[in-house]
Each structure stands twice: as C-alpha cells, then as structure tokens.
C-alpha cells in the first residue's frame, strides 16, 4: 500500500472542515499523515484542526498566503511517497484512498483523481448525485474545466483512463512528480495565490512527460463555492487572480502548437475577458498591471519548463479540445 500525506490549507474554513477531517480518520487505508495550514483564518478553523486526533501536523500562518502558498507550506513538510492535496470543504467516501492506492501505477503516472460528486453547503451529497469534477479538461478558447462539472451521474464518466489533470479540490500526486516539475523550489505557484494553480501544474506535469489517471472507484464528495455562474458574488481580489492566473498559466506554459490548436477561439476569449473586465469587472483590471509586473519572473520560469519538457506540442495539443 502506498503511503499518503494529506496536505490541507484552512482559510474561515470551520464550517466544513470537520467533515473533512472525521472523513479522513474514516478512511480504510488510513493516510501516513495530515498536516494542515490555516492562513489566518478569523473564525475556529485553528481550532478544530489543531485538537482533531486525525491532525498530526498544525501550522498557523500570520498572514493569508493563499491555497498555492500554504500548500506549498504543507507539501514542504510533507514526508508520504505520495501528497493528496485535499480542500477542507471536500468529504471522501471512506474507501476513497484504498482505491487509489489499488490504481497507483508505476511512473508516468504522477496524478491520481476520484470521481468528485457535488456536495450541498449543509454536508449533505445532493440528491439526484450531481457531478462536481472528473479530472480536467481543457478547450480551444484556452479555458480550463472541470469535466462533468454540473451534470447528473448518470455512469457516465465510469471507466479508468487517463485525462490532463486532477482538481486541486482533491488531487494525489506523486512525490518524485512533485520534486521534478516544481519550479524554483515551488510546486503550485505562489503567484497565482487561488484559481488555477491545479490546472498550471497538470499543463506543467504533462509538459514533463506525467500522466493523470483518474479513478472513478474513489469517490468523494465537494461544495463547488465558485461557478462561473456566480462570479458576481465571488470577492473582487479573488477574481482578479482568476483573470491574472488565466495569463500566468499560459505565458509559462503555451507553445505554437498548442496556439495553432486553439487559434482564433483563445484570441476570441481573450479580447472577451478584456472586454468584460473593462466593461463590467473594474476591480479585476489590476490583473494585468500584475502580469506585468510579474512578467521577468515569467519568462524566466518559462524558459525553465521549456528546457526541460519531455513532450512535443502535438502531444500537448490534443488535449485541448
């Protein structure tokens, strides 16, 4: 059996943690460790995690690093052969880890994904089961998805295959995976702070030659907060890293084939998000006064992960569908 780390980051999370945690101590292949980093959180989310008997690991920070920060934070002290990244508000069925123990293959694989079902903000699962991710997928107009994302289960997205990449809401990466495509001693990028890091780090991963399974045995269950759909209601900071990190990601990442593959739809999106953030979401134009500022770090970060990629564009490419 493999040995698991669970890396959790808290942030006014004390609602659904201890769902999250009773969830953990449940399991029948229990984790090696949990370790948990809350980024200053005002309500009692220190609390719970700190006195949860499942919790051998407790971090507080002073100041709110963000989920990549604090993951990073945890991953750091992390000692398992594999890291589940795991959000406070998912709850894994107990059998979730063992059956992804029972998937775990020899490397290419670095990712390891359950099937996530939706879970309501009162705890409960909703009822007919509602698909919440299956793994993500990327589009033509340089979005990035979760697949299945609102639909009914209706069985099907039932069998193991691979897909891009793992929802960082609960997300099992391999150790030596960690260790080859971190970047400058980073695994997520701090500087996307929340949004996208899971997906920055599947484009990253399949750069250097990892693969994602996905599992559709390890179920688990997850309350989606943010939706497109509801992005009114999101805090403007956070949807000024939505903005900033949809650029981050491709500027490191992106190359001609995959900008032939999308073409005028990636442009298309582009002018759009430029459009609505000058039409609608002021808040968000600082995004790309920070992509500026950001942009040494950038190129230098990119010029890293292209030296070292192990897949041709065309490989790339036809994930982007």
Known sequence: ???????????????HLPRCLDALA?????????IVVDNASSDASAAIASAHPVVGAFERN?????????????????IGEWVLALNPDAVLAPTFLEELARAAR???VGTLCGKLLRLGGDGRPVEPAVIDSTGIVFTRDFRHLDRG???????????????????????LYRRAMIDDVSVEGEFFDD??????????????????GWDCLYVPRAVGYHVRAVLPSNRRSVPAHLNRHSVKNRFLMRIKNADSAVWRRCGWRGVARDLAVVAGCLG?????????????????????????IQARRRRDGQAIARWFE
């Open 106 to 108: 020899p490397a290419p």
């Open 1 to 15: 059996m493999i040995s698991v780390s669970v890396a959790i980051v808290t942030w006014e999370s004390a609602k």
């Open 149 to 171: 994302s609102g639909l009914p289960d209706q069985g099907q997205w039932e069998r193991e295959e691979l897909v891009f990449g793992a929802t960082g809401a609960a997300a």
């Open 280 to 304: 609608a979401e002021w808040s968000s134009l600082g995004a790309f006064a920070d992509v500026a500022r950001l942009r040494a770090r950038l190129l230098r970060q990119r010029e890293i």
């Open 26 to 34: 449940a399991q029948t292949a229990l984790p090696r460790e949990v």
């Open 62 to 78: 002073s100041s709110n690093r963000g989920f990549a920060g604090g993951q990073n934070q945890a991953i750091r002290r992390s």
């Open 191 to 208: 500087e996307f702070f929340a949004y996208r890091e899971d997906a920055d780090v599947a484009w990253r991963a399949q750069l250097l």
